[in-house]
Structure formats: structure tokens, C-alpha cells
């Protein structure tokens, strides 16, 4: 990701992009267009299928929304940034996202008979816009519905119900929308870090990569945590590589607006980031005020957000024994289903390293039962082989991980993730939840 062969950071990103001269991008863009077509008669096809025509009008004006959306995206977001990412190109991008989350729909509604947490969202949502049109915000003082985090999503899907309809398919393709976000602004972090081209190839990843365009891509938690996962990097990138203040900005915000839905998942970003604030950031600097200041600052945001997450899951304190024992009943809370493995205790070198595997890469081809885990071993097996290929860049990205903030957050938040879920026993939740972790694993190998 970086020079390593310099002492200092480069100021500037990567020259490729910005110096293609227009026609090359006019004829990629052409490349793509028959792709385009099919996938939007492809798209519309699948809509006829999973949508009841009695959804239609009210998904019609989320669509006009997304629309509208997806174009700011591209003109501020995307090509500011990125000529060479063509207008096609980050159309079939949209629509790879759109038919993520209409699959995820008719998952949801056909193939789980209307089990899940988007339903809770969605007829809880309806309860709390009836007062927010009212101006009657009181129902936030005493509004609970299960954990904390599903009370605070309810009562964000209750704003989106009191300025548009409430319309299920409609809400998966705006938070899918708003998960694309998220990946923006993972794409604009690589782009100030990346030196070279394999930029491009995380293109490939984080745009069209199967989990993504179908985990994060219905209406809950997991597409928020990914566009605030994603704003928080960009911000933090920005401000660690360029001395960009504005980034902190950026990076304030989606530690607060994910720290609203998952306390714990903005303490492991904040964790991330005081990691490479003294590993890197301190390292460069020559000021004593971005010692002091700086660190105090990180510190402390670091400790508060750790804090509110060991009260999110109820842990009494952070000893060692208190951790055991939430480890151990999170992992016999998860092992159930088809879907479950046998756990092993992390506390040990051995048991670590197999959670670490499984945690990253499983489950594997033979270890598939069915086509949706199937599916998921065969695309772990895909970017698997690429950071073998890119086995290299790895090992000079991890010489440097004094000298480039971006190698030192990426791997701080991959590695305590990686830990968290190997909490876990159910390879489903695994596939689900690994998907925030990927876009901070890839940046290893670029």
C-alpha cells in the first residue's frame, strides 16, 4: 500500500486512474453496457417473482430515491476520485446491489415464511412513525423492543416510515443503497493509499463480490454497520495519510452513528485507530502538541466507546475471566442449526489458531450443505487465491506498518473482529458477520 522503500508517506494517491485519458474510459464504458441491460432485464424479471404487485407503487418511489442517490454517488463520490471507474461500470454495480438485496427479500419472505428481524423492523418502524409524525418524540424515553440494538434500529426505520411509505421491498433497496455507500467510501480510502493498480481489483471486490452485494442489503443492522463502518475509514485514512483534519470529521461520525445501533463493533474501530495512531501518526510527527493532544484525544474516545460496548454486552468488566465466560456463552448460544460447527477454546495457542481459520475462511467447499454455504466457501476460496498471489505485498505492507496508518488499522481492526467472531459457532453467522471484515483484510494485500 505504501512506498516502503521511503521513510515518509507519499502526499499524493496512486497516478494510474487520474492519468487515462477520457477515451480509454468511454470505451470501457461501452464494454459494459450490454451487461448493464442484461442485468436490469434480469433485475426486473426477479422483481416480478419475489415483489407482490401490490408493492409496486410504494417500492416505485423508494426506487426513485436510490435513483437519485446512486447518481450522487457516482458524480461526488466516485469519479471526482476515479475517471477510469466508468458511468456502466458503477451502473451494473447498482444493479448487482439491487438484485443482492431483491434475492435477500425473496429469501426472507418466501424462503423463511417472513421470519427475521427485518419483519420486527418493519411493522415496529410503522408504530414509531405513527408519533414522529405527531412531533411526539416522548417514545424514545421509554420505547424498547428486545436488545438495545434492535429498539435503536426500530426507532431509526421509524423516521424513514414518517417520510415514506412503509414498503418492505422499497426499504431493503434503500439500506442495500446505503450499504453501496459504505462501499464508496471504502473505495476512496484505497484510493488514497493504494500506489499502484491492484486499486482496481478491490474494485471487483468490494462492488460485486457475492456476500457483499447480499448481506448487507436488507433492511437491519448489518447495512448500516457496513455504511458506518466505511465512513469511519475513509475518515480515518484521510486524516492518518494526507493530515486531512477534515477527516476526522468523517471518521467522528461513523464511530457515532455506528456506536448508536453496535457500541462494541465503534469500539473496535476506535481500538483501530488509537493502534495506528501510535504506531504510525506519533511515529511521523514532529510536534509535541500531536503527541499529547492527539493521543489523549484517541485515548479517550478509545476508552469511552470500549466502555460503552462492555456495557452493550453486558459484560461486568474487562478482566480475563469475564471475557472467558462471555466467550464460552456466546458460543453455546450460536451452536444450533445445520449451520453450526464444533467450537474450541481460543484461550489456548492451538484453539486461537484454528478460530482464527475458521473465523476467515470457513467454511470450506466440503464442509457446505447447502447452496447458500456453498456459495460462500466457493467465493472464500476466490479472494483466498488472491491474497496468495498477493502473499508479497502482505509482507512488505506488514514491514510497514510503522510508517502507513492504512496497514496498521486495517490489520488492528481485521485481527480483533477475526477474535470476536470466533465467538461464534454457526458458520451462517460467520458468513454474515465476516463481511465487514473483508473490505480491512483486502487492504493488506493492495
Not at 416 to 434: E, K, P, W, Y
Request: aromatic share 16%; charged share 10%; hydrophobic share 50%.
Amino acid at each position: 500500500m505504501a512506498r516502503h522503500s521511503q521513510p515518509a508517506l507519499p502526499r499524493a494517491s496512486h497516478p494510474g486512474p487520474l492519468s487515462l485519458p477520457p477515451t480509454r474510459t468511454v470505451d470501457e464504458g461501452r464494454r459494459y453496457t450490454p451487461f448493464v441491460l442484461l442485468g436490469f432485464v434480469g433485475w426486473l424479471l426477479l422483481l416480478t417473482v419475489a415483489a407482490p404487485v401490490a408493492e409496486w407503487p410504494g417500492m416505485f418511489v423508494y426506487l426513485v430515491v436510490v435513483v437519485a442517490l446512486a447518481n450522487v454517488l457516482y458524480v461526488k463520490g466516485i469519479k471526482p476520485v476515479d475517471p477510469s471507474f466508468s458511468g456502466p461500470l458503477f451502473t451494473l454495480a447498482v444493479l448487482a446491489k439491487l438484485i443482492g438485496s431483491t434475492v435477500r427479500y425473496w429469501i426472507l419472505t418466501d424462503v423463511y415464511n417472513s421470519g427475521g428481524d427485518a419483519l420486527t423492523y418493519f411493522g415496529q418502524g410503522q408504530v414509531l412513525a405513527s408519533y414522529y409524525r405527531d412531533l411526539d418524540f416522548s417514545v424514545w424515553a421509554w420505547y424498547v423492543h428486545g436488545g438495545e440494538g434492535t429498539t435503536a434500529m426500530v426507532k431509526l426505520v421509524g423516521f424513514l416510515y414518517a417520510l415514506l411509505p412503509a414498503n418492505l421491498p422499497g426499504s431493503f433497496f434503500l439500506y442495500a443503497t446505503l450499504a453501496l455507500t459504505g462501499a464508496v467510501f471504502f473505495y476512496r480510502a484505497i484510493l488514497i493509499s493504494s500506489t499502484d493498480e491492484s486499486y482496481k481489483t478491490y474494485r471487483w471486490f468490494i462492488f460485486f463480490l457475492p456476500s457483499i452485494l447480499f448481506w448487507p442489503s436488507s433492511l437491519g443492522k448489518d447495512a448500516w454497520i457496513f455504511f458506518c463502518s466505511g465512513v469511519a475509514t475513509y475518515g480515518w485514512i484521510l486524516y492518518a495519510r494526507k493530515q486531512n483534519v477534515g477527516g476526522l470529521f468523517w471518521a467522528g461520525l461513523g464511530l457515532f452513528l455506528v456506536n448508536f445501533i453496535r457500541p462494541h463493533t465503534a469500539a473496535f474501530l476506535a481500538l483501530a485507530m488509537a493502534f495506528s495512531f501510535f504506531m504510525t501518526v506519533t511515529h511521523r510527527a514532529r510536534s509535541f502538541a500531536v503527541w499529547v493532544v492527539g493521543g489523549v484525544v484517541v485515548a479517550l474516545l478509545a476508552v469511552a466507546l470500549v466502555r460503552s460496548g462492555a456495557d452493550f454486552l453486558r459484560l461486568e468488566n474487562l478482566s480475563v475471566e469475564a471475557v472467558e465466560e462471555f466467550y464460552a456463552e456466546q458460543q453455546e448460544r450460536t451452536t444450533g442449526g445445520g449451520s453450526s460447527y464444533e467450537t474450541v477454546d481460543v484461550f489456548t495457542p492451538s484453539g486461537l489458531a484454528v478460530g482464527l481459520v475458521s473465523a476467515l475462511a470457513r467454511p470450506f467447499p466440503w464442509e457446505a450443505h447447502n447452496p447458500q454455504m456453498l456459495i460462500a466457501a466457493l467465493e472464500t476460496m476466490v479472494w483466498l487465491g488472491f491474497c496468495w498471489v498477493r502473499r508479497g505485498a502482505f509482507v512488505r505492507n506488514l514491514r510497514a506498518i510503522r510508517s502507513d496508518p492504512a496497514v496498521s488499522y486495517a490489520l488492528a481492526y481485521s485481527v480483533i473482529m477475526l477474535l470476536a467472531l470466533t465467538s461464534l459457532g454457526n458458520f451462517g453467522l460467520i458468513a454474515r458477520q465476516r463481511v465487514v471484515v473483508l473490505p480491512f483484510w483486502w487492504m493488506l494485500f493492495l
